[in-house]
């Protein structure tokens, strides 16, 4: 009898085990997050959409007055060998009325896909931000503020396109010697059209000692098989190179853009600016964007933008914002990315004040 009670505990002993094995190379994490932003947005004159011409001042609530309000879910599970599997599902939100806002339009049109990180990279498949507008993110030195940056005219161009690449697959490879490069290819071919929707974006990163300097290009083709409510298969081109240089609590920024939409404009964007940790609590950021259309150079504009950033906690923030813009010829650009996304010719000054908290 005693023999066998050891047995059953041995046998429950090694099941006990097998157990703990499998959670320390299956553990996985979800977690909850999300930005709360809103914000009031003041400009001199305001775009008629109807007749083009200036329909006057504007004082009004928006949402998003820095970034875009967002909610979502974060996954990660651990394989073992060093492999996780990692998902992200992330939708926009307006808080002004709680409907879906910003992105692509749908549900998690922000983001939603599912990844396979090695020591190798990491292969991602489904909707997701393209090299592209990670690359143009990270040589921007208001950080893709929704007002008054480079964000502005990545929209203002492109609208959602080379943003959100739907029915796609990337890999990104490790960092090597400061080295990473990404590559994305989008199947947005219908039956009998394979070339409709198609988009492929690729980029490179070197990063030594507070430097680093990008480069970036995208490709799509108009004609998506699931078109989203916001459009994001235009048929564009972009090429991007960037630099960044840190020194202390100060980050210097500048980047050439080119934005080609076929039969419409093309238009190169030359940007730069700073931003300075006066304290860890306070953040001073600005930036000029010069826009040049190369088929007729009379159309160009003039873009910068003062911004400050004070950190109530780590999760909470006040900021204020001000911006000014002159447009020559045809030339449009806004100053905010929400309410004030294209421009009248002349010159609009504007602001937003607000508040972000991030969970």
């Known amino acids: 009898m005693l023999q066998h009670r050891t047995r059953a505990q041995r046998i429950a002993g090694w099941a006990a085990g097998l157990l703990i094995c499998g959670s320390a190379h299956a553990q996985s994490h979800v977690t909850v997050f999300g930005i709360i932003d809103g914000g009031m947005l003041y400009t001199n004159k305001t775009l008629d959409a109807t007749t083009g ?9 928006i949402d998003g007055g820095s970034s875009y309000s967002q909610f979502g879910l974060l996954g990660s599970e ?3 060998g060093g492999l996780q599997a990692k998902f992200k599902l992330e939708s926009g939100i307006s808080i002004a009325n709680g409907a879906l806002a910003h992105c692509n339009g749908n549900l998690f049109g922000c983001e939603a896909w599912i990844a396979l990180d090695s020591r ?7 909707l997701q931000f393209s090299p592209f507008f990670l690359a143009l993110y990270a040589s921007d030195p208001r950080n893709m503020s929704f007002f008054g940056s480079g964000g502005v005219n990545l929209v203002d161009n492109f609208l959602g396109t080379s943003i959100f690449s739907a029915s796609s697959i990337s890999y990104t490879s ?5 080295l990473q490069t990404s590559l994305l290819y989008s199947f947005g071919g219908k039956p009998g059209d394979f070339r409709a929707g198609r988009q492929y974006s ?7 000692a507070g430097f680093m300097i990008n480069a970036a290009i995208f490709d799509g083709n108009s004609g998506a098989a699931n078109p989203t ?3 994001t298969s235009l048929a564009a081109e972009g090429r991007t190179l960037g630099a960044a240089f840190k020194f202390g609590a100060v980050t210097v920024k500048a980047s050439f853009v080119n934005y080609k939409v076929a039969g419409m404009f093309n238009n190169n964007v030359y940007g730069g600016g700073l931003s ?5 609590a306070l953040d001073l950021d600005g930036g000029v964007w010069v826009t040049s259309d190369r088929n007729h150079t009379a159309n160009h504009s003039l873009l910068a933008a003062l911004g400050a950033s004070y950190f109530l906690s780590k999760r909470t923030t006040l900021y204020a914002q001000v911006a000014s813009v002159n447009n020559h010829g045809a030339m449009n650009t806004g100053l905010s990315v929400n309410g004030a996304l294209y421009g009248v010719s002349g010159t609009t000054v504007g602001a937003t004040v607000g508040i972000r908290h991030s969970f």
């Open 229 to 231: 409510p916001t459009p």
């Open 53 to 61: 011409s200036n329909a006057g001042k504007q004082f009004s609530m």
């Open 120 to 126: 190798y990279g990491e292969v991602k498949t489904g």
């Open 276 to 280: 300075w940790y006066v304290t860890p």
């Open 202 to 208: 690729a980029s490179a990163k070197y990063e030594y």
């Open 78 to 80: 651990d394989l073992g």
């Open 174 to 178: 490790p960092e090597l010697w400061g």
